[in-house]
């Protein structure tokens, strides 16, 4: 077993848990919370649960990209962003680029407390937004997954 093989098994746990986190999050937290009557506890135990989950979710972002631009070393790889046919390639550092994004930037800065907009009064109209932005999302995100397993075993070369 080398390392690449070691980095490989690396980034394909931090991505388990991290889009299973964002599966959760889209098919399941945000569905219970909007079907639920809108009690406060239940915006607290959302904004606890969503608050916890993107702390996770920054560690595995950077696993992810870090042993991915190691992957990328190991193989000497870097061409690759010049040629087409390894758009899969683009595609995951474009999505790991969106999640940097929205969890060291927007989230802590913008938005950092879902339960608060929602106490607001904004609550409908809020949740609706998140369940269609984490939709897209999550969408994107196994897409990529998909057409980078097929990339990586050499479907598109
Ligand atoms: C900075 C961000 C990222 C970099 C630099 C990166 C880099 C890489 C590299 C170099 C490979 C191996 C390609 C090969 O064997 O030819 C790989 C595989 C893979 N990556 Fe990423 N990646 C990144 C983010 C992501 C994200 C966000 C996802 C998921 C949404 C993802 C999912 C995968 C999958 C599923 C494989 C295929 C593993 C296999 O079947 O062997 N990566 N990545």
Known sequence: M????????????????????????????????????????????????????ASIARTLVLIAGLSGFYMIHQLNAWNRFWEIRYFWMHTMVLIWLMFVLALFLIEPFFIKDHGRIVKDGHNFVNLQKTQLVHSIILTLSLITIFISVLGAHGVFT
Do not use: K
């Not at 980034?11 to 599966?23: D, E, N, P, R, Y």
């Open 2 to 53: 080398n390392e690449l093989t070691i980095a490989r098994a690396i980034h394909i746990l931090s991505i388990v848990i991290w889009m299973g986190g964002v599966a959760f999050v889209t098919l399941v937290l945000i569905p219970t919370i909007r079907r639920s009557s809108f009690m406060s506890d239940e915006f607290y135990l959302f904004n606890l649960i969503e608050n916890r989950f």
